[in-house]
């Protein structure tokens, strides 16, 4: 019930297109959802988060949508760039409790 | 912008020695975390920390593990006698508060055991 579901665990995506990954939760007491970017060798970086009483976020290229009676939430990242290429991963937590992480979605967009 | 800092940012040991792990959370968090991440693998949690006591700790974290705040601003992981799957890189974090307030994340440590 603490898991964290994402896919797909890779994707390309050609320059311009949108990427779009997607996490699904059990746990209904979750009250924030964080997208991490982690590039090689690097720590994961909050690259946005979402509260279950929003539907939308919206930041430049990135979105998060989150479909609270799915338990479902996605990425969307339009117009993906070479520089997008990364490893992605979602995560949810209660309070200030463990950040749980999904297995994380590797990224590559085609030039 | 506040980041979190950890040293060293990669660590060789010989397999039954004691490492430690440094970290400067950002100074006005209160919640502090270390997670690891063996190479291609999910970021796992370990353990977390809040009013000098651990508040919750995983499967992982063992007796082999220990965490301080020793002087209110470095905060430590200790693993007492290195083993070769403790080889990974370890990430610590922090946040300003509960309830939804972002956690930030360090450059982590490379820890390789031989």
């Known amino acids: 019930q603490q898991q964290v579901k994402q896919s797909p665990q890779s994707l390309i995506v050609q320059k311009g297109g949108i990427s779009i990954i997607n996490c699904a939760y059990e746990?209904?007491?979750?009250?924030?959802f964080p997208w991490y970017q982690q590039f090689p060798g690097k720590g994961p970086a909050l690259l946005i988060a979402i509260r279950p009483d929003v539907s939308e976020k919206k930041e430049g290229r990135f979105t998060i949508s989150f479909n609270k009676s799915a338990k479902q939430f996605s990425l969307h990242i339009m117009d993906s760039q070479p520089g997008d290429s990364a490893t992605y991963f979602c995560?949810?937590?209660?309070?200030?409790?463990?950040?749980?992480f999904g297995s994380g979605t590797r990224l590559s967009i085609r030039p | 912008e506040p980041e979190v800092t950890q040293t060293p940012s990669h660590q060789v040991t010989q397999m039954g020695q004691e490492v430690i792990l440094r970290c400067v959370p950002i100074?006005?968090?209160?919640?502090f975390y270390w997670y690891r991440q063996i190479l291609g693998q999910k970021v796992e949690f370990l353990v977390s920390?809040?009013?000098?006591?651990?508040?919750?700790k995983s499967e992982i974290f063992d007796d082999q593990f220990s965490v301080e705040r020793p002087d209110g601003s470095n905060f430590t992981l200790k693993i007492r006698s290195t083993k070769l799957e403790d080889s990974a890189m370890y990430f610590c974090a922090s946040r300003f508060r509960d309830r939804g307030a972002e956690a930030f994340f360090g450059q982590g440590t490379r820890l390789t055991v031989v």
């Open positions: 995560a949810a937590s209660i309070g200030a409790s463990k950040i749980i």
């Open positions: 100074s006005n968090h209160l919640y």
């Open positions: 920390f809040y009013n000098n006591e651990i508040s919750e």
């Open positions: 746990n209904t007491a979750f009250d924030y």
